[in-house]
């Protein structure tokens, strides 16, 4: 391992016993943005600047309206803490939050004062579209590691981002990815202020980030606001069957028409005793907040179509993307099923649900016995054909029009973002390369000496990436453009096969 490599490693292990020495120093950075100065705190190395608004409170009529410009300010902003979560009910690991005045971004980068400006990596959260913030986010391993700027962001979220009715027009159902493009804007304005070069900015993100990256991939309006993506456990082709995404959930993908979002908001509405949106934006966000409306709209002035769409007809920025999933993406998922543990029965019940008279065909090609029990052959099976199927899928489209790096997460040892049931092992499952790039405000667990290793390389790779579109550096395995996948794992980095580790050829005859 490299001398660079060797000290990223060890600053996984140090760098609170750094923070707390450096901190007593008591330095604190004053930065001048275009909407004011703001004071922010450097500690351990790298200077952090927290709860910078980027946009207007959307309160009042600014409810469910495009994101506007922050109000001015004259005195020295306090930058030490974040901002408010934006309002959402308790999700994995997140804490709920009433408050709608929300839309604040993170900064921090190295102190040490660069020849030339850095990178900026702007970071969207991932939750469902429904919960997380910016600041679960720690990135000060990339920051110092990879010599970036990280800039990490809020967004709407729930009813209050993804919320549509007829009276919205064009911006119906996208308020939320609106947010997005603000901060990104945000970025372009003041990037220089913090060291960070505004025509090298990369957009990454996981989960819900990762799909918002495929929209923002897609979106016209977005189009010179960043330069290179990264997307993380959301393929732009994602599809799931009946119950195959969580209990309840219907066959569909991560986006609607805007028609049909609409449709969801105007029943919404009269079940809550408002005959138009002005009587919405009265409400209070506790008669809100649990609405189950969280899924962005497509034909919309962002959005004019489905991200997938997009991929296959070449309407996309082409600019270089590195995308990616885990090995186990769907046992987190499962592990949140009702009914625990699994029986055969039940299992062959969601089988019948999922793939109706096709479901023998599938319970005979991931039998419970293979696979350990019911749950972990239902997890294998949905990850293969939610999960891995349409990222090998995503990435042939991608690959068509732009240079693209594929990889798969393939830790089975990572510290799982939630408890496994019983007869559920958690492998590489949804989220769990997250504590390789990030310290986490929930944190799954700490990283093993082998596993520091590789959340070093990881960070080589994906900083390397944002520096020059290629993510290959000094002592690093050789990572390869697509189609071949590069697999992730402690001493086991290489080249896969996604579509044959994932079983596509069964799926795709279904």
Same mark, same amino acid.
């Given at each position: 391992? %490299?001398?660079?490599?060797?000290?990223?490693?060890?600053?996984?292990?140090?760098l609170?016993?750094?923070?707390?020495?450096?901190?007593?120093?008591?330095?604190? +950075?004053?930065v001048?943005?275009?909407?004011?100065?703001?004071?922010?705190?450097?500690?351990? &190395?790298?200077?952090?600047?927290?709860?910078?608004?980027?946009?207007?409170?959307?309160?009042?009529?600014?409810?469910?309206?495009?994101? *506007?410009r922050?109000?001015?300010?004259?005195?020295?902003?306090?930058?030490?803490?974040?901002?408010?979560?934006?309002?959402?009910?308790?999700?994995?690991?997140s804490?709920?939050?009433?408050?709608?005045?929300?839309?604040?971004?993170?900064?921090?980068?190295?102190?040490?004062p660069?020849?030339?400006p850095?990178?900026? =990596?702007?970071?969207?959260?991932?939750?469902?579209?429904?919960?997380g913030? &910016?600041?679960?986010?720690?990135?000060?391993? =990339?920051?110092?590691?990879?010599?970036?700027v990280?800039? %990490?962001?809020?967004?709407?979220?729930?009813?209050?981002?993804?919320?549509?009715?007829?009276?919205?027009?064009?911006?119906?159902?996208?308020?939320g990815?609106?947010?997005?493009?603000?901060?990104?804007?945000?970025?372009?304005?003041n990037?220089?202020?913090?060291?960070?070069?505004?025509?090298?900015?990369?957009?990454?993100?996981? %989960?819900?980030?990762? =799909?918002?990256?495929?929209?923002?991939?897609?979106?016209?309006?977005?189009?010179?606001?960043?330069?290179?993506?990264?997307?993380?456990?959301?393929?732009?082709?994602?599809?799931?069957?009946?119950?195959?995404?969580? !209990?309840?959930?219907?066959?569909?993908?991560?986006?609607?028409?805007?028609?049909?979002v609409?449709?969801?908001?105007?029943?919404a509405?009269?079940?809550?005793?408002?005959?138009?949106?002005?009587?919405?934006?009265? /409400?209070?966000?506790?008669?809100?907040?649990?609405?189950?409306?969280?899924? !962005?709209?497509?034909?919309?002035?962002?959005?004019?179509?489905?991200?997938?769409?997009?991929?296959?007809t070449?309407?996309?920025?082409?600019?270089?993307?590195?995308?990616?999933?885990t090995?186990?993406?769907?046992?987190?998922?499962?592990?949140?099923?009702?009914?625990?543990?699994?029986?055969?029965?039940?299992?062959?019940?969601?089988? $019948?649900?999922?793939?109706?008279?096709?479901?023998?065909?599938?319970?005979?090609?991931?039998?419970?016995?293979?696979?350990?029990?019911?749950?972990?052959?239902?997890?294998?099976?949905?990850?293969?054909?939610?999960?891995?199927? +349409?990222?090998?899928?995503?990435?042939?489209?991608? $690959?068509?029009?732009? $240079?693209?790096?594929?990889?798969?997460?393939?830790? $089975?040892?990572? !510290? !799982?973002?939630?408890?496994?049931?019983?007869?559920?092992? @958690?492998?590489? @499952?949804?989220? %769990?390369?997250?504590?390789?790039?990030?310290?986490?405000?929930?944190?799954?667990?700490?990283?093993?000496?082998?596993?520091? *290793?590789?959340?070093?390389?990881?960070?080589?790779?994906?900083?390397?990436?944002?520096?020059?579109?290629?993510?290959n550096?000094?002592?690093?395995?050789?990572?390869? +453009?697509?189609?071949?996948?590069?697999? /992730?794992?402690?001493?086991?980095?290489?080249?896969?096969?996604?579509?044959?580790v994932?079983?596509?050829?069964?799926?795709?005859?279904?």
């Open positions: 391992m %490299s001398k660079r490599l060797l000290t990223l490693a060890l600053s996984v292990v140090t609170g016993a750094l923070t707390a020495t450096v901190a007593e120093a008591g330095e604190s +950075p004053v001048r943005t275009d909407s004011g100065s703001v004071r922010g705190v450097s500690t351990g &190395g790298y200077r952090s600047f927290q709860g910078i608004p980027f946009a207007a409170p959307p309160v009042g009529d600014l409810r469910w309206a495009p994101p *506007k922050p109000e001015p300010w004259t005195a020295v902003r306090d930058a030490s803490k974040p901002g408010p979560r934006c309002a959402q009910a308790p999700g994995l690991g804490a709920p939050s009433d408050s709608e005045d929300c839309l604040y971004l993170n900064v921090i980068s190295p102190a040490e660069a020849r030339r850095r990178p900026v =990596m702007v970071w969207v959260h991932g939750g469902g579209f429904t919960s913030a &910016g600041s679960d986010y720690d990135f000060k391993r =990339m920051a110092l590691g990879g010599d970036v990280v800039v %990490s962001v809020n967004y709407r979220l729930g009813v209050f981002g993804f919320f549509g009715h007829p009276e919205l027009g064009r911006d119906s159902g996208a308020f990815l609106e947010d997005q493009q603000a901060a990104l804007r945000w970025v372009q304005r990037a220089r202020a913090f060291g960070g070069d505004p025509r090298n900015v990369t957009l990454f993100g996981e %989960s819900a980030g990762a =799909m918002s990256t495929c929209a923002q991939l897609a979106s016209p309006s977005a189009a010179g606001l960043f330069h290179r993506a990264i997307i993380q456990s959301g393929p732009c082709t994602l599809t799931w069957p009946d119950d195959g995404f969580l !209990p309840g959930v219907p066959a569909g993908s991560p986006f609607l028409p805007r028609a049909d609409e449709a969801m908001g105007a029943d509405a009269k079940k809550l005793g408002c005959a138009d949106v002005a009587c919405l934006r009265r /409400l209070p966000v506790k008669d809100l907040v649990n609405q189950p409306l969280g899924t !962005p709209a497509f034909h919309t002035g962002l959005l004019p179509e489905h991200p997938a769409t997009a991929l296959k070449g309407r996309f920025a082409r600019v270089p993307v590195l995308t990616g999933v090995r186990d993406e769907a046992r987190l998922l499962v592990a949140l099923y009702p009914g625990q543990p699994f029986t055969e029965e039940h299992y062959q019940e969601l089988l $019948r649900t999922a793939f109706k008279d096709k479901a023998p065909l599938v319970a005979a090609e991931y039998p419970s016995a293979k696979h350990g029990s019911p749950a972990m052959a239902f997890a294998d099976a949905m990850t293969d054909r939610t999960w891995g199927c +349409p990222q090998a899928g995503t990435e042939r489209l991608l $690959r068509e029009r732009t $240079r693209t790096y594929g990889y798969e997460f393939a830790d $089975r040892d990572a !510290p !799982p973002l939630a408890p496994m049931p019983t007869g559920m092992r @958690s492998g590489a @499952s949804h989220g %769990s390369e997250l504590a390789y790039l990030s310290d986490m405000t929930a944190s799954p667990g700490k990283l093993t000496p082998a596993q520091q *290793k590789l959340a070093a390389q990881m960070i080589q790779y994906w900083t390397g990436f944002a520096r020059t579109g290629n993510p550096g000094e002592d690093l395995p050789k990572w390869r +453009p697509t189609p071949k996948t590069q697999s /992730l794992a402690p001493g086991e980095i290489g080249p896969a096969d996604l579509a044959t994932h079983n596509c050829g069964f799926w795709s005859g279904l």
